[in-house]
């Protein structure tokens, strides 16, 4: 902004032009329709409201489930063209239609790839110290598993047994990205990766025994640079005796792999804390809270919200073959996970029962993207600390970055993890003073906005029709059209704007910029 008039009109359009989703209860994020089961994620979810006499928020409108199914299964707003033709699309079946469609594109194993880095530990360099090539490799393997919908029981199958090089074969890296290398670290990444289970909570004596499974793990150099073997160390001959985690006694003798044995016990069908983990992850990140919450400290003492929930989830997994897009499906279709942002009961258990879809600011990769799909700009990423030196192309997605090292200002202020620990709660997704000045007030922000290529495409091909630029502003930031309201406000904006038109539209987009509406999926 240039001045402090232009700054105040700004804000004062910010909070006229965008209302604040807790106070609305109407057009343009609802409907209100009457309640219809979907499926039994919906039974089971309004049994236990019932149970506490909490009403269910309304039916998400066309243009909210949009930008919200299109932003949390791949990560990235829906263009121009694609929210236009969905809303005036009138068949009944356009939502399941779009979901279908969405979990088959290569974007939807971008963003998973992505949310696996962060529980995976990618990173090249420390303290996970996996270097640009294993974190290349191990990346790729990633992302085509989840592209080409490798069960998940063989992907975590293959990711706890592989021995070889981290450079030839990628799984092995899961050895290498923890701090510490020693039986008790793999133990705890294992634990808290694919049971959800905080190591540090079990008794010495389990935590003892877990990590026997993993006390023949070993790694050797190579003569190439940075590589390393993960091998299962041939030396001991002595028989193991441990415990699984459910209190099964297990004896291992010298010529089996522990890490297989282990492996096999988590796997099977009738293993309490494997399918029931990854359900309740997936959960938590298309609903914003877990089943059992947060989703990687599942313990006696953190109780499921809704058990019959997450044992419904748990056996449709397991009936699947562990097919991760089923889960996927069920919940996205479910009019649970279809319902408005805007609750219709106080109660304090609304939010941890499912009664409505919380509002939960978008990960840093996403909103930098975002940001950059509308003003058609681009982000430099490189990183002088790998060796080599590591450079990005500008056209490449943020939600495509594969290295944890690699990183911004932006993407470090507005809480990407650092991938040290595993732990959901690394990702910050809280709003902080220092992000909402870098979009109010930096070169960065502005500067995309003032270079905007797309923006003065708008511009100038709705010339002649002020209603049109508007109506498309809107579309490309909060994928929706605006109501008749906001379009009085905004003309009133421009009528009283002495300056230039396009100086004028550019204080329009900065606002909404900073709208919790397009801050936040909602």
């Known amino acids: ?183 008790e670290s793999i133990a705890n990444a294992v634990a808290l990766t694919f049971m959800g289970i905080r190591l540090n909570k079990l008794t010495e004596k389990q935590q003892v025994e877990m990590a026997t499974f993993f006390s023949r793990v070993a790694y050797k150099k190579t003569e190439e640079w940075k590589e390393e073997i993960v091998y299962l160390n041939p030396e001991p001959t002595n028989v193991l005796h441990t415990v699984f985690p459910d209190g099964e006694k297990i004896t291992i003798q010298p010529d089996q792999d522990p890490r297989t044995v282990f492996a096999d016990w988590l796997t099977a069908n009738n293993n309490p804390y494997f399918a029931r983990n990854i359900v309740n992850r997936i959960w938590s990140r298309m609903m914003g809270i877990g089943i059992i919450n947060p989703p990687d400290d599942i313990c006696a003492s953190n109780p499921a919200s809704n058990p019959k929930l997450l044992s419904f989830l748990e056996k449709e997994f397991i009936k699947s073959k562990y097919n991760l897009r089923h889960i996927y499906r069920l919940i996205l279709n479910s009019r649970t996970y279809q319902q408005s942002s805007i609750p219709r009961s106080n109660n304090p258990k609304a939010e941890s029962l499912f009664a409505y879809y919380p509002v939960r600011q978008l990960d840093a990769e996403v909103l930098i993207d975002a940001i950059c799909t509308i003003t058609d700009t681009r982000e430099n990423y490189d990183s002088a600390i790998p060796e080599p030196f590591t450079f990005i192309p500008n056209w490449n997605k943020t939600i495509n970055l594969s290295d944890g090292s690699i990183t911004s200002p932006f993407l470090e202020i507005f809480g990407r993890p650092a991938r040290d620990t595993g732990y959901e709660s690394e990702r910050k997704s809280n709003t902080t003073a220092a992000q909402r000045l870098h979009l109010l007030n930096s070169t960065h922000i502005q500067n995309k906005l003032l270079r905007s290529r797309k923006l003065k495409r708008i511009i100038r091909q709705t010339r002649g029709s002020r209603d049109e630029k508007i109506r498309a502003i809107y579309i490309n930031i909060l994928s929706r059209y605006p109501t008749e309201n906001e379009l009085e406000v905004v003309r009133e904006y421009l009528n009283s704007e002495s300056g230039s038109p396009k100086q004028a539209i550019m204080d329009i987009v900065w606002a909404l910029f900073n709208s919790k509406e397009f801050l936040c999926k909602h």
């Open 1 to 183: 902004m240039k001045n402090f008039n232009k700054f105040y009109f700004t804000f004062l359009l910010i909070l006229a032009a965008v209302p604040s989703m807790a106070a609305v209860a109407q057009n343009p994020f609802e409907k209100d329709v009457k309640y219809k089961i979907k499926n039994k994620i919906d039974k089971l979810v309004l049994e236990k409201l019932n149970k506490y006499h909490i009403k269910p928020a309304n039916l998400s409108s066309d243009a909210v489930f949009l930008r919200r199914v299109y932003l949390d299964v791949i990560g990235t707003l829906p263009t121009q063209q694609e929210v236009t033709r969905f809303l005036s699309d009138k068949k009944p079946g356009k939502r399941n239609k779009t979901i279908n469609s969405l979990l088959k594109r290569k974007e939807f194993a971008d963003y998973q790839a992505l949310k696996w880095g962060d529980l995976l530990r990618i990173k090249a360099e420390f303290p996970i110290n996996l270097w640009p090539n294993a974190v290349q490799a191990y990346h790729a393997w990633i992302h085509n598993a989840i592209e080409h919908n490798m069960p998940y029981n063989k992907f975590v199958y293959e990711l706890l047994t592989s021995s070889g090089s981290n450079f030839r074969e990628p799984q092995v890296n899961f050895y290498r990205a923890v701090q510490g290398k020693t039986p």
